[in-house]
């Protein structure tokens, strides 16, 4: 596979724990956001995502938390898994700058057996 | 499979040739995306169709570069005149929808190599 990510941070959480991934985003007017994962030679696939209007949501074996106040998203991953080894990208729509998602740098998960 | 189907999945060309690549969205989606990533990068905006009308260009799409959705179901891109810094990953991605709030479905990309 290719070598993805080669100045991206990365997360190594042992098989079994649960993982927190975390994402900043600048602007104020971002109203809505997604977390992706990507695995090597795929397209991003959709997780969860989350309205501005709420602080969490929950999905299976993943939640989601937004802080609008210190402009944070993060995503929780329970009992990480191997297959769960990817690049996470958070996303982003800003409210007034048209129906495009905007990307972060991502993420870089390995779980060790 | 009913997800996004991308064609080719990988094309090698040399510097100054056309390619043009193409994208069938989940059928019921009215709009499709065009996105580019390169290494250790997040996709980053190149287009969106609503049905057929192309509604917002970013400043990354070249004049060499045109995408059309003729009868607002698959999507072509074509880039004209390659250079080498368009070698990329083009990933296509469909929703429904009209507002802002909508997730996208990715397909799993076309891997553009100029040399």
């Known amino acids: 596979g290719e070598s993805v990510g080669l100045h991206l941070p990365t997360l190594s959480v042992q098989e079994g724990d649960n993982s927190i991934i975390n994402c900043a985003y600048s602007?104020?007017?971002?109203?809505?956001f997604i977390w992706y994962k990507q695995e090597s030679g795929k397209g991003p696939q959709f997780i969860i995502d989350?309205?501005?209007?709420?602080d969490k949501r929950q999905g299976q074996r993943v939640t989601v938390l937004l802080n609008k106040t210190v402009k944070h998203l993060s995503l929780q991953i329970a009992a990480t898994q191997p297959g769960d080894s990817a690049v996470y990208f958070c996303?982003?729509?800003?409210?007034?700058?048209?129906?495009?998602?905007?990307f972060g740098a991502g993420t870089i998960l390995r779980v060790k057996s | 499979d009913t997800g996004v189907s991308q064609d080719p999945r990988h094309k090698i060309t040399k510097r100054g040739q056309n390619v043009t690549f193409r994208c069938d969205p989940i059928?019921?989606?009215?709009?499709l995306y065009w996105y580019r990533q390169t290494l250790g990068q997040g996709p980053e905006f190149l287009t969106y169709?609503?049905?057929?009308?192309?509604?917002?260009k970013s400043r990354l799409l070249s004049d060499r570069f045109s995408a059309e959705r003729p009868k607002g179901s698959f999507s072509t891109l074509e880039i004209q005149r390659t250079e080498q810094g368009d070698s990329a990953m083009y990933l296509c991605?469909?929703?429904f929808g009209t507002g802002g709030d909508s997730p996208l479905h990715f397909g799993n990309g076309t891997r553009l190599t100029v040399t």
């Open positions: 602007n104020s007017a971002s109203d809505y």
């Open positions: 169709f609503q049905n057929e009308a192309q509604l917002e």
């Open positions: 996303a982003e729509n800003i409210r007034g700058e048209g129906n495009k998602l905007v």
């Open positions: 989350i309205r501005s209007n709420m």
């Open positions: 991605a469909s929703s």
């Open positions: 059928s019921e989606h009215n709009r």
